[in-house]
């Protein structure tokens, strides 16, 4: 009959038989079953199991050791109880985390030897062969590694958050899902393009050859390491990742350039001041204000040839806001000023009659933004000299105005 506990510890003497510091018969003596079982009985109470260790939040975090095993519920959600994994997790002094190894060893019924121990199964006390009291001895030392601390106790290391209840806020202390983590790893390595399942693939693919089964992979996985060079440190699950733990990307949709950004409450303050485009045109008013000959006809048109360029740009965003459904501006959420409502929703067109002055207000309006834009340019391409004023205001409004009698498509 083959013990497994005899081939656990049969392996782990090699490594001290090759090292040759000690004799050899006291090696045999030390990886025996009476005397490293005894000794490692002694030890577990040193090692804590848990689901959610405190030290992956920082090394220093003492807090009570938590382990939960919650029930499945079609909920919907990633989280412990939904994911099917056996791993359970151990802190606690490294130099011990060999007793879990033994714990955790499988036997031929499927059941560790944790699990045994907490049965008082005949079959591990005869793998053991050693009588009732010992085995009873052992079986104490060892169940302490399941030892619950009744305190509850956090620290101010972990992170935290208060999180909403109907008596108010709850202050939760965030922990780590350690063996959630390692399942979600290691279906990650299994997906891998390099899995040894997917070899074939991998090789018709090198060679332009067809595959029928192919293979897929998942890029831009984040690394994200815990416990720099002493991974067991942090825990026993750590240790085995190499104290890391896969990450799946994780982002904000991007928005496309068809995306139209409707104004909640002033189209104007809406407008991105900081295209590139509009920081061009307004760099180059800024040169043409410089020049001192300012009245130079050539200058004054090339000036105003600007100044269209301006208006047409911020009336090229008006006029998609425009093609929006009928009463876009009516949802929940919109406050545009009544001004505004009737130049960019065609919900409010039959209203235009009762306001005959919103053409010029909106004209206003948009010299508002020219200047108040212009004037925050960044100081390193402008000068604070070159400030904009009322006289600059009543020349473009008016300016503005003259363009719209000439292109009445863009706010009628």
């Known amino acids: 009959m ?14 001290p038989l090759k090292e040759g510091k000690k004799d050899v018969l006291e090696i045999e003596s030390e990886y025996s079953i009476p005397v490293w079982v005894a000794n ?26 938590i382990f939960i095993k919650s029930e499945f519920k079609a909920d919907g959600l990633v989280r412990s109880g939904n994911v099917s994994t056996e ?24 059941q560790t030897v944790l699990e045994h121990f907490e049965q008082s199964t005949p079959v591990l006390k005869q793998l053991l062969k050693v009588d009732d009291e010992t085995f009873s001895n052992w079986r104490s030392g060892f169940l302490a590694v399941k030892s619950t601390d ?39 390595r299994k997906f891998k393009a390099y899995a040894e399942d997917f070899k074939p693939a991998r ?18 996985l984040l690394i994200q390491k815990f416990g720099g060079t002493k991974p067991q440190n942090i825990s026993k699950l750590n240790s085995n990742n190499g ?39 307004l760099k180059a008013l800024y040169r ?51 001004t505004q409502r009737l130049w960019l929703d065609s919900a409010y067109q039959e209203q235009r009659d009762l306001s005959p002055n919103w053409q010029t207000e909106i004209a206003q309006q948009l010299s508002d933004w020219f200047i108040f834009t212009y004037n925050r340019l960044p100081k390193e391409s402008t000068a604070k000299d070159i400030h904009l004023g009322d006289e600059e205001y009543r020349a473009f409004t008016q300016e503005l105005l003259d363009f719209v009698a000439q292109h009445e498509e863009f706010i009628l």
């Open 2 to 15: 083959i013990n497994p506990i005899t081939n656990f510890l049969e392996g782990r003497k090699q490594k």
């Open 40 to 65: 490692a009985a002694q030890r577990a109470k040193q090692l804590s199991l848990v689901s959610h260790p405190a030290k992956f939040s920082h090394p220093d975090a003492r807090t009570t050791p």
């Open 87 to 110: 791993l359970a997790d151990v802190v606690g002094n490294a130099a011990a985390l060999d007793v879990y190894a033994f714990l955790s060893l499988v036997l031929e019924d499927g």
């Open 150 to 188: 009744q305190s509850i106790k956090t620290d101010a290391n972990i992170k935290q958050v208060y999180f909403p209840t109907p008596e108010g806020y709850t202050l939760l202390s965030v922990l780590y899902p350690s063996a959630l983590i390692t399942e979600n790893k290691e279906r990650l």
């Open 203 to 220: 090789e018709a693919r090198k060679k332009k050859h067809y595959h029928a089964a192919g293979y897929a992979d998942m890029p831009k």
């Open 243 to 281: 104290g890391q733990a896969w990450l799946l990307p994780c982002f904000p949709p991007e928005i496309g350039t068809h995306y139209t950004r409707l104004p909640k409450n002033d189209f104007f303050k809406s407008l991105p001041s900081r295209n590139e485009n509009l920081q061009e045109l």
């Open 288 to 338: 043409l204000f410089k020049i001192e000959d300012y009245t130079n006809k050539a200058i004054r048109q090339s000036r105003k040839k600007l100044m269209t360029q301006v208006f047409e740009w911020v009336l090229g965003f008006a006029m998609r806001i425009q093609e929006q459904p009928a009463g876009w501006s009516k949802a929940e959420g919109f406050d545009l000023p009544l």
